[in-house]
């Protein structure tokens, strides 16, 4: 590509770019316009209110996210903790099963040896 080649395809690509920005920051601006003339009905929204309000939307986004995650974090932790004692509790109620098998199993063994009759 010569030098004139790309002096001429500069421009062109940086036009594309922001053409892109632009379509973005208006997609955004459809998205949130509803709230921001809640908040400001007069005043017209410039791509910097945009992105500020896309920010602070997106900071309270992961907020939110951060704070369900370190509830569900607690309930999972509160739930293992409860089932604990449960599950020691079937641990020794098979280990007790277990043991009366044994000793039934023994019994029998015994009852099939000793006849009395």
């Known amino acids: 590509m010569s030098q004139k080649d790309i ?5 062109l690509v940086e036009k594309l770019r ?8 208006e997609q955004l601006k459809v998205i949130l316009e509803k709230e921001f003339h809640k908040q ?5 929204l410039e791509k910097a209110d945009i992105l500020e309000m896309t920010v602070n939307f997106l900071r309270q986004q992961l907020q939110s996210g951060l704070c ?8 999972s932790h509160c739930w293992r903790d409860s089932v604990a004692p449960l599950q020691g509790l079937q641990q020794h109620d098979q280990r007790s099963s ?9 019994q029998d063994s015994r009852d099939a040896v000793w006849r009395p009759w």
């Not at 002096?7 to 421009?11: D, E, I």
């Not at 400001?40 to 017209?44: A, D, I, L, Q």
């Not at 277990?98 to 023994?106: G, V």
Request: overall charge positive.
């Open 98 to 106: 277990s043991s009366i098998r044994r000793s039934t199993t023994l």
């Open 68 to 75: 369900q995650s370190d509830y569900n974090q607690g309930y």
């Open 7 to 11: 002096k001429v395809r500069k421009p």
């Open 18 to 25: 922001r053409d892109r920005i632009n379509s973005c920051i």
């Open 40 to 44: 400001e009905p007069n005043s017209k």
